[in-house]
């Protein structure tokens, strides 16, 4: 019991970690975006395409389904072991 808990709360931790690693990524876009949407050179305003930075992120989905296969694993292990 002490091992799957152990092993549910470490990947957690490694769920969250990696939380944190992909919001600073998505910190290093936003200071990379052009803040202004007026060209001085013509004075037209050139106004950017907001559908080419939009971009899916399935980070979620694959730290749900991790989740769910590291306790799923640690279910059977410890249901396997009882049985014994």
Known sequence: MKKSLMLALVSLM???G??????QED???VAEEPK???SIDTMDPVYYEDEATKESSN????AIIG???VIGG???FYIKKKKK
Do not use: P, R
Not at 18 to 23: E, I, Q, S, V
């Open 18 to 23: 990696m939380t944190k690693l992909y919001a």
């Open 59 to 62: 980070t979620l989905t694959y």
């Open 67 to 69: 989740g769910i296969v």
């Open 27 to 29: 910190s290093a876009k």
């Open 36 to 38: 202004d949407t007026i």
């Open 74 to 76: 640690a279910a059977f």
């Open 14 to 16: 490694f769920v969250g």
